[in-house]
């Protein structure tokens, strides 16, 4: 069964621009989240997404956006960047967290730098 | 509020001797914990998780926590430190009815020297 997908890799934008970030999970599951990482802030629960409804959301400004299609993808989205938001943003995907027991599988993640 | 603390930020070892990491948590509720792993570059691995049964409990490569409820405590052991054990450990909790939240503590590296 293939992993957690994410694309791009690597990204490199400058202030003001807009970035989309994409995240395919493992098939059959149903739960999309998003983490930032970052060297001083270590990693942060951004959002999470089931069934295409966002069920959680961390402490980020509205910059910070996503959504989930039909098919459980999930993209992210970061409006008028600046250079705080560079960081690695990781995916992960569950069957169903809403119990907090199933683990979550993360995909390698996309790093962002903000120029 | 929630939170969970990874007590040394660094951790060396030599090869062959025990990994002890340390972990404390706070919370109201029954919480779920975790460990991950993350070597360079890579993504986060999952160790193991503790799900209220066995308040010891087992993972991969060798490694293994005990759930202390008195002490809020679930610290990462391994009897035999390999070299490529080096990576950063993350203690995770996570609680019932929210969701995909996972509270990641700040980490701890950890290094084994030959």
């Known amino acids: 069964k293939a992993g957690v997908t994410q694309t791009p890799r690597y990204l490199i934008k400058t202030r003001g621009q807009q970035v989309t970030l994409s995240c395919s999970p493992i098939s059959g599951h149903r739960s999309v989240s998003w983490y930032q990482q970052t060297p001083g802030q270590g990693l942060q629960f951004l959002f999470e997404?089931?069934?295409?409804?966002?069920?959680n959301k961390g402490n980020f400004p509205g910059r910070f956006s996503g959504r989930q299609f039909s098919n459980s993808r999930s993209e992210m989205n970061v409006s008028t960047l600046e250079l705080g938001d560079s960081a690695l943003y990781l995916c992960?995907?569950?069957?169903?967290?809403?119990?907090?027991?199933?683990?979550?599988?993360f995909g390698p993640g996309t790093r962002l730098t903000v120029l | 509020a929630q939170s969970v603390t990874q007590l040394d930020s660094h951790v060396s070892v030599s090869e062959g001797t025990p990994v002890l990491l340390r972990c404390n948590y706070s919370?109201?509720?029954?919480?779920?914990l975790f460990w991950y792993v993350q070597h360079p570059n890579k993504g986060l691995q999952l160790l193991l998780k503790y799900t209220s049964a066995a308040t010891l409990v087992k993972g991969i490569n060798g490694f293994e926590a005990e759930f202390k409820k008195s002490e809020t405590s679930f610290h990462l052991t391994k009897p035999s430190a390999h070299m490529s054990d080096a990576a950063e450990y993350f203690c995770v909790v996570s609680f019932y009815n929210q969701g995909g939240k996972l509270i990641f503590g700040q980490g701890t590296e950890l290094s084994v020297k030959p």
């Open positions: 919370s109201s509720y029954s919480p779920s």
């Open positions: 992960a995907s569950s069957l169903d967290s809403i119990s907090g027991y199933n683990e979550q599988f």
């Open positions: 997404y089931f069934s295409e409804t966002q069920r």
